[in-house]
């Protein structure tokens, strides 16, 4: 281990060094005045870590937010005091509304300096209070070494979630002993120290599912969080029962597995898909919090329904729905045991029929698509690019979607056929802006897959300034743009609900495939749908960035898969 003094380092280099022992490989983020001496450490120790300077703290958030969703490793961003932490923090809740674990370290004013009016003053430790599971401001240097231990301990345990480090610039230059810096390695990955269930909540669970007569499993994000695909496809296949999946869940079960109902819900789900859960006498929820978009505004399932609820987090059980039977577990753990429980209950007999039912919704679902996704209209249809996409992209492709057109289009229609994190967005806050930079994070978490970002040109808009980040990594990302000149979602929302009164919604046409040429992205402009498989084929094979700007039919005159639109 490098060191700059005797037996102590400043709190800077212990920083560096209690980063480089929790196991992190990247930290994004953007430099300022009170971080100087922490970027001084990260250029002078040998630590193994890559800096990736972004743009905007709020950016380095959100690559942090997806590096952690496709690696189960910390996800670490930082940034500078004053106008830097503000700017982060839409970053940090969506992970923490998202159980993700990420670190957010902000560089402070010096401690000695407070209520003394410096530049960039605030109350760090009140600002982040709300938005974290855990939050701290290093005062003291000798409470660095701990503060980060018990950060990256209650990042990962538990429902996961993020945590914010305040480090004050004198903290950064106050000596740190160096036999305080170690780390407990559980805690480089999410989630750690898996809690297991009750042996008599599963045993209820068990009979409760195999006395229904029409259940369904609902998945949110705690299944693929958990890495529980395995065992949940051994549940779907054991009982062959409907497993149908939040936005959030998506790859809980590939979208090829013949029990995969896809998504339900007010976002990406259809009448055929919905009719399924509202004929269920009990729904299995598994790492799911039941929330407005999922049950439709807690009308589907409806009251009636018996409830098994299986979560980490004993809070989302029985929040919206009386709950027969709670397993408050580990994913994966339950599930597992779950498995055990009807192998000694000999199921062999248990057949729920699940796999004709969803071949019969997915029938009346994608004949509709279909047909419109073989629309030649001018503006192209949303249906016909995520029919291309299916086509050109390659079976392990990341799709990073922003909100707006591509998440219900993306949610409903995309084909993922494999379980596992294909899928990302921020479905706890939906801020525009994610995608663009969500997709940088994705790309260095797994850089061996296609991953492509898509997002409305109003998403567009918010970061375009992360392009020049992805031009001088060479990051070979896609991104595609919906191009319709509006914020779609709300005009959406005026024409269906408050008559056809537009307001403040429409904006001038941008061209986005020149703006991304003069950061160096490669790009294509596409009005004619009969172009949109070269393109996308074309992008797709391309070493460096690239970006598809589509002249796109806009939300509010689409076909959406929106059930308050729909209705």
């Not at 990247?26 to 002078?44: N, Q």
């Not at 051994?234 to 896809?262: F, M, P, Y």
């Not at 994608?366 to 949303?382: C, G």
């Amino acid at each position: 281990m490098t060191q700059s003094r005797g037996n102590a380092l400043n709190g800077a280099e212990a920083m560096v060094r209690l980063l480089q022992a929790h196991g992190v490989k990247h930290v994004f983020g953007l430099c300022g005045d009170t971080s100087l001496p922490f970027y001084d450490a990260l250029f002078r120790l040998d630590h193994g870590m890559q800096h990736i300077l972004t743009r905007d703290e709020r950016c380095a958030a959100y690559m942090a937010d997806a590096y952690a969703r496709v690696t189960g490793r910390v996800g670490v961003c930082e940034g500078p005091s004053g106008g830097g932490a503000t700017h982060i923090l839409p970053g940090v809740v969506e992970a923490n509304e998202s159980s993700v674990a990420l670190l957010s370290i902000t560089s402070d004013v010096s401690v000695a300096s407070r209520g003394r009016y410096p530049l960039t003053e605030l109350d760090q430790a009140a600002l982040f209070r709300p938005l974290t599971k855990w939050n701290g401001v290093i005062d003291d240097a000798r409470r660095l070494p701990n503060m980060v231990r018990t950060a990256f301990r209650a990042m990962t345990t538990g429902r996961p979630g993020a945590a914010h480090l305040g480090l004050p610039i004198d903290v950064q230059r106050a000596p740190v002993d160096d036999g305080d810096i170690w780390a407990q390695p559980d805690f480089a990955t999410f989630p750690a120290w898996p809690g297991a269930p009750d042996p008599k909540a599963v045993e209820s669970a068990a009979n409760a599912i195999v006395a229904a007569s029409n259940p369904v499993i609902v998945c949110g994000g705690g299944v693929v969080l958990a890495g529980a695909e395995a065992a949940l496809q051994a549940v779907a296949e054991r009982l062959n029962i409907v497993v149908a999946t939040t936005v959030s869940g998506q790859g809980s079960l590939g979208d090829s597995h013949a029990n995969h109902l896809g998504v339900v819900g007010s976002n990406g789900g259809v009448p055929a898909t919905r009719a399924i859960v509202d004929e269920a006498d009990l729904v299995v929820f598994v790492g799911c919090r039941a929330g407005s978009v999922t049950t439709e505004r807690w009308c589907s399932p409806a009251r009636g329904a018996k409830i098994v609820h299986i979560d980490s987090d004993p809070m989302a059980i029985s929040a919206n729905y009386p709950t027969e039977v709670a397993v408050v577990s580990d994913v994966r753990l339950a599930l597992e045991a779950l498995n055990l429980a009807f192998e000694e209950m000999g199921t062999d007999k248990v057949d729920f029929g699940g796999a004709d039912k969803v071949a019969a919704a997915l029938k009346v679902k994608f004949a509709a698509f279909d047909e419109l996704a073989a629309s030649d209209d001018r503006p192209i249809k949303p249906e016909r690019v995520v029919a291309e996409l299916n086509r050109a992209l390659p079976s392990d492709a990341v799709i990073v979607a922003d909100p707006g057109t591509p998440c219900p289009y993306f949610s409903a229609f995309y084909k993922i056929p494999h379980a596992g994190r294909y899928f990302i967005s921020n479905r706890a806050h939906g801020a525009l802006g994610y995608s663009l930079s969500a997709a940088v994070g994705a790309q260095i978490g797994r850089p061996n897959s296609k991953v492509v970002a898509a997002m409305g040109d109003g998403s567009f808009g918010f970061t375009v300034g992360e392009l020049e980040t992805v031009t001088r990594l060479n990051l070979p990302i896609t991104f595609l743009v919906f191009s319709n000149s509006v914020y779609g979602w709300i005009k959406a929302g005026q024409k269906t609900s408050f008559g056809e009164r537009y307001y403040s919604v429409d904006f001038n046409r941008t061209d986005h495939a020149a703006v991304a040429e003069s950061f160096g992205v490669k790009s294509w402009r596409v009005e004619d749908p009969a172009d949109l498989r070269r393109v996308f084929r074309l992008a797709a094979e391309h070493h460096g960035p690239t970006l598809v700007d589509v002249i796109s039919q806009p939300l509010q005159d689409a076909q959406a898969p929106v059930s308050e639109w729909i209705a």
